[in-house]
């Protein structure tokens, strides 16, 4: 709880993923991966509850047993590729009434800190906003960008001859995918997570790893490894 907010955590986690098979229980670093999240949320400040959103019987089994509740099964038309993304939210939060703000923390950002978690909840609670996403700094400059057509003809992306500098241009960002957070009652009218009333919590980019393909998984999986997990102790 955060100023007297009760807070409820929701982790997304369907079966069958096609680019990698079993993703979200795949073992990552020593352990299944959405094992990193569900660890992370249950040892968040603020969440006062921490529940999967699944319709696949062994990924409920590995979500128990790291201690996640399992308060219902995902329907399985809830459970496609075409369903969008908020639905399985919204259906959680139907089946979970009598929390003030929801929190979604996808399995595929592992490196997503409980420290990131409550320093979200902290400027969205805290500020009385409506919704609050993480995303990480861009560091390219889209002046340099060009779209291609069918012919394969460049076009500049921005307007105008010459590409802004780097330091002329304002802050830039995009969604990691690692935290979501809404307040309900603004949620149920919405219906979707991310709105122009949304403000923007910055992570840095080694916390901003969402797994999508096999590289990316591999990629993650490295860093964790030889950056996180073996990170000499800093005895200044």
């Known amino acids: 709880m955060l100023?007297?907010?009760k807070i409820l955590a929701v982790i997304p986690a369907r079966g069958g993923s096609k680019r990698i098979k079993n993703k979200n229980i795949r073992p990552f670093c020593s352990k299944p991966l959405i094992v990193w999240t569900i660890e992370a949320a249950k040892s968040s400040r603020y969440i006062d509850r921490v529940v999967l959103s699944s319709e696949?019987?062994?990924?409920i089994n590995i979500a128990r047993q790291a201690g996640c509740d399992?308060?219902?099964?995902?329907?399985?038309?809830?459970?496609?590729?075409?369903?969008?993304?908020?639905?399985?939210?919204?259906?959680?939060?139907?089946n979970l009434p009598g929390y003030d703000y929801l929190v979604v923390l996808q399995p595929t950002c592992p490196m997503r800190t409980a420290q990131d978690i409550d320093r979200a909840l902290e400027k969205c609670v805290g500020g009385n906003f409506n919704s609050c996403v993480s995303v990480s700094e861009v560091t390219q400059n889209p002046g340099w960008m060009f779209s291609i057509d069918s012919e394969g003809y460049m076009s500049k992306f921005l307007d105008g001859e010459?590409?802004?500098?780097?330091?002329?241009?304002?802050t830039l960002v995009r969604l990691n995918g690692a935290i979501y957070i809404a307040e309900t009652s603004w949620l149920e009218q919405e219906r979707k997570l991310v709105s122009d009333e949304s403000i923007?919590?910055?992570?840095?980019e080694e916390s901003s790893f969402d797994i999508d393909t096999e590289k990316d998984f591999r990629l993650t999986e490295l860093y964790m490894q030889n950056f996180i997990l073996n990170k000499p102790?800093?005895?200044s």
């Open 3 to 5: 100023n007297d907010k």
């Open 56 to 59: 696949d019987p062994e990924i």
């Open 70 to 94: 399992i308060p219902f099964v995902r329907p399985a038309e809830l459970s496609t590729d075409t369903v969008p993304g908020s639905a399985p939210i919204l259906h959680a939060l139907e």
């Open 162 to 170: 010459l590409a802004p500098r780097s330091q002329e241009l304002p």
């Open 200 to 204: 923007a919590f910055i992570m840095p």
């Open 233 to 235: 102790m800093d005895n």
